[in-house]
């Protein structure tokens, strides 16, 4: 199985840009899907994107669309999050996902400890 820490998180100001990394660790990883969630705390984890494992599907939350790229370097073992134009509803915990089990239902088995986002208003 994978092996995922999150990077890259921290304070930013409503609009600003912030790219984060998961270091993945497993040998499987070109060859399955992964994703970022997010969770405010108290509430459920959320999907906010995934990609394919050749890095020619994405798929992205309403949410997010357009303002956060998923994407992921197999050479290096890293997935990344760019996230712009962010906002206070971006101040969430991110996680990182591997080992999917359902790209259609966004359902993965493998996490991250997660990395905080603050968005200043």
């Known amino acids: 199985q994978l092996q995922l820490v999150e990077s890259g998180g921290g304070l930013v100001q409503a609009g600003d840009s912030l790219r984060l990394s998961c270091a993945v660790s497993?040998?499987?990883?070109?060859?399955?899907?992964m994703a970022w969630f997010r969770q405010v705390p108290g509430k459920e984890r959320s999907f906010v994107a995934q990609i394919s494992h050749n890095d020619e599907v994405t798929e992205y939350a309403d949410a997010v669309k357009g303002r956060y790229t998923i994407s992921r370097d197999n050479a290096k073992n890293i997935m990344y999050l760019q996230m712009n134009a962010l906002q206070p509803d971006d101040t969430v915990m991110y996680y990182c996902?591997?080992?999917?089990?359902?790209?259609?239902?966004?359902?993965?088995?493998?996490w991250g400890p997660g990395g905080q986002v603050t968005v200043a208003s």
């Open positions: 996902a591997g080992s999917a089990t359902s790209w259609q239902s966004k359902e993965y088995t493998n």
């Open positions: 497993g040998r499987t990883f070109s060859t399955a899907a």
